[in-house]
């Protein structure tokens, strides 16, 4: 039976489908579609099985990674959503948290709530600390406040009351009344967050109400789409936290599908360099409107919180760093004339000035065309063709305004873009004490291997592993990865022997119930993973580290303790010995390998392919001849001098001068500097 993964991107819909049998690769690329997502992903499963001869019933499984969510959060075009919340704390949304970006910055701004003032009801109840109401929750209180949220017509309902991560029996009957008058979409801050801190709870409560209703109506419709295609197909989407889950689960948890399109290439990115035995890689996907960035060492890091548009996401979440910069971003002048690369982006539509769609800002693709790095009658296989007079008309615009060659500007288009992202790695790698140098560059995306040379000078890194399918690599990381349930709850206690029964007792009912949800998405109980962790801190302070626990230890707490506090010293060069600790929330992650994955293999060949040669201009200006080669020509081990092209479906592979570049067996390209 065939997988087909579908990653959707800000201009490509990417494809790949495999055997689950044989592991044979198929990729396919179409235009996105960003009006409705689900066109390009029928469009391009429909065109991928007509390609190969297939039948819509030989798809098993189609996984998804969609911006739905992402895109909903940049736009602002999500539901309008009503808040309930105890009376006097109506205004979390807006007091939030003193972090800044910049702390000199006097006219400082934060992004708008989602939930407008008049919209937030207070109701009156409270409860204390341990959970204990101190005012109930009245049925007559009840019933007026959700007269009041009724009569507001909101169309979703966001419920997050103070403390109900310790008690949740009056955010329950307050959701319970709701849905029993109506069906407008409604969740709970102790369902969605069941942790502390009340302003990151909310958020992750308002952003769940307010992502839902759309996320789950595309979800609903993709899936009676499939459903025409072959009954019998199941859909799985891409969660923030690298993990996939049935679409049909998804609801009351849109919120976990907030970066799910940039979860998937980090996970096809890691598969790569695991293949290549490679423990430390920096995973690139350069697309056309965006480059997503995350530094790996032994293993993808799941964060328990992210941001995106500077709304707080209090969720697991893979950590990975997004910049506009890709192959579409446009180059613009300021006032001061000063030349800038993004993260304004021309997209699938009107695309690259030299598509011809009607775009006539001169773009990053654009200065690769005329820096003679792309194929003009080879894009995507040479599905697009590419107008070089077009590129050159508006590269030219910019050169005029700045005085230089329409040959200078592209040059200079290409080392914004590249510093770009070269500042982005430096954040994920130099300012968490890591070292680039270390790592190898993994670019991937339509535009990652054309600039990855550029990038891996600028860093000083040394091995370049570039996949055998970089356009479709997201779509990889959709077919490889595991199904993931993440689940956790605020315990905040000493972390002392008199408590350990309650963190074992926490524990060991989140494990069973993240056992539950797996064993509903087709998962064997005995093919279960979970690993517990548990926040810690030494009592006083505002932040917590994650200590992954022994669960067959004999001493849980020694364990931890000591695990926290060698973390502590090796995190912040000291620990304070006597110091009481807590642990603040315990966290479960279960995961199943739910499917089987064979690598690509590289076919070999008796011949490599026919050079032919293209003239390309370098770093320094000059000119000079290339030699162009086909991926698939390419034999196993063949080495390749640069400076030198390597063109194939999905994207083209630029080796600088300096630079050499091997086949392998399994269809990954080493380039290491000479």
């Known amino acids: 039976m065939k997988i087909v993964g579908v990653d959707v991107g800000g201009t490509f819909t990417d494809i790949m489908m495999i055997d689950t049998l044989t592991g044979m690769h198929n990729v396919h690329k179409v235009p996105s579609t960003p009006e409705s997502q689900d066109k390009a992903v029928i469009q391009g499963i429909e065109e991928i099985l007509e390609m190969h001869s297939l039948y819509p019933s030989d798809i098993s499984l189609v996984v998804h990674g969609t911006t739905v969510a992402t895109n909903s959060m940049l736009e602002r075009k999500g539901a ?14 807006e007091i939030g948290r003193q972090n800044r970006d910049d702390i000199y910055d006097l006219s400082a701004s934060r992004p708008e709530p989602l939930v407008q003032r008049e919209n937030r009801i207070g109701v009156n109840e409270r409860l204390d600390s341990e959970g204990i109401p101190i005012i109930d929750l009245s049925s007559s209180e009840m019933n007026s406040v959700v007269s009041q949220v009724l009569g507001k017509r909101p169309e979703s309902i966001a419920i997050s009351l103070l403390f109900s991560y310790r008690n949740s029996k009056h955010e329950k009957s307050l959701l319970e009344k709701i849905q029993q008058l109506t069906e407008v979409y409604t969740v709970a801050s102790s369902d969605v967050l069941p942790e502390f801190r009340e302003f990151e709870r909310t958020s992750t409560t308002v952003l769940e109400a ?30 923030s936290n690298g993990g996939t889950m049935l679409a049909s689960s998804a609801r009351g948890k849109a919120i ?3 970066i799910s399109g940039l979860a998937g290439g980090v996970m096809g990115g890691w598969q790569i360099a695991k293949q290549s035995e490679v423990a430390k890689a920096i995973t690139l996907d350069m697309g056309g409107t965006s480059c997503d960035i995350s530094a790996i060492i032994e293993g993808v890091v799941v964060r328990p919180d992210n941001d995106v548009a500077g709304l707080p996401l209090r969720l697991p979440s893979v950590d990975v760093k997004t910049i506009g910069a890709g192959g579409g971003s446009i180059a613009w002048i300021d006032n001061a004339g000063i030349l800038h690369v993004g993260p304004q982006s021309a997209g699938a539509v009107p695309g690259p000035a030299a598509y011809q769609k009607g775009g006539t800002n001169a773009t990053v693709t654009d200065a690769n065309l005329l820096l003679g790095r792309l194929n003009p009658e080879f894009f995507l296989g040479g599905k697009i063709e590419l107008n070089v007079e077009a590129a ?71 091995r370049i592993l570039v996949p055998a399918h970089p356009g479709i690599t997201s779509a990889l990381g959709l077919v490889c990865t595991d199904l993931r349930v993440d689940l956790m709850k605020t315990v905040l206690m000493r972390a002392g022997e008199s408590n350990l029964y309650k963190l074992r007792e926490v524990l060991e009912y989140l494990s069973e119930e993240a056992r539950n949800q797996l064993i509903e998405q087709g998962a064997q109980r005995k093919d279960i993973v979970v690993i517990w962790s548990v926040d810690m801190r030494y009592v006083g302070q505002s932040h917590e580290l994650i200590i992954q626990l022994q669960q067959g230890t004999s001493d849980l707490m020694t364990d931890s303790i000591a695990r926290f506090e060698s973390l502590h010293e090796e995190s912040y060069g000291y620990m304070m010995k006597g110091r009481l600790i807590e642990w603040v929330t315990a966290r479960v992650s279960a995961t199943t390998h739910s499917r089987k994955y064979k690598p690509y293999q590289h076919q070999m060949i008796s011949k490599a392919s026919q050079q032919r040669t293209r003239l390309v201009i370098l770093d320094n200006g000059e000119r000079v001849s290339a030699g ?47």
């Open 392 to 462: 050159r008309e508006a590269v030219g615009h910019i050169a005029s305004n700045m005085g230089m060659t329409v040959e200078e500007t592209a040059l200079g288009i290409i080392k914004i873009s590249t510093a770009n992202m070269v500042q982005a790695i430096r954040e994920v790698t130099v300012e968490r004490g890591s070292d680039p140098r270390q790592f190898v560059l993994v670019p991937f995306g339509g535009a990652g291997p054309t600039q990855c040379v550029d990038i891996a000078k600028a860093l000083d890194i040394d």
């Open 256 to 258: 976990g599908l907030a």
């Open 628 to 674: 162009v080669h086909t991926r698939s020509g390419l034999n196993i081990g063949q080495r390749i001098l640069g400076p030198a092209i390597i063109e194939q479906l999905d994207t083209t592979i630029y080796i600088g001068p300096g630079w050499t570049s091997e086949q392998q067996s399994d269809g990954a390209l080493w380039i290491r500097r000479r």
């Open 80 to 93: 309008r959503v009503a808040l309930l919340t105890t009376a006097g704390l109506e205004d979390v949304l």
């Open 210 to 239: 307010y992502l839902g209703p759309l996320v789950i109506g595309y979800l609903e419709h993709l899936e009676s789409s499939l459903a025409k295609l072959n009954p019998s197909t199941k859909l799985t989407i891409m969660q």
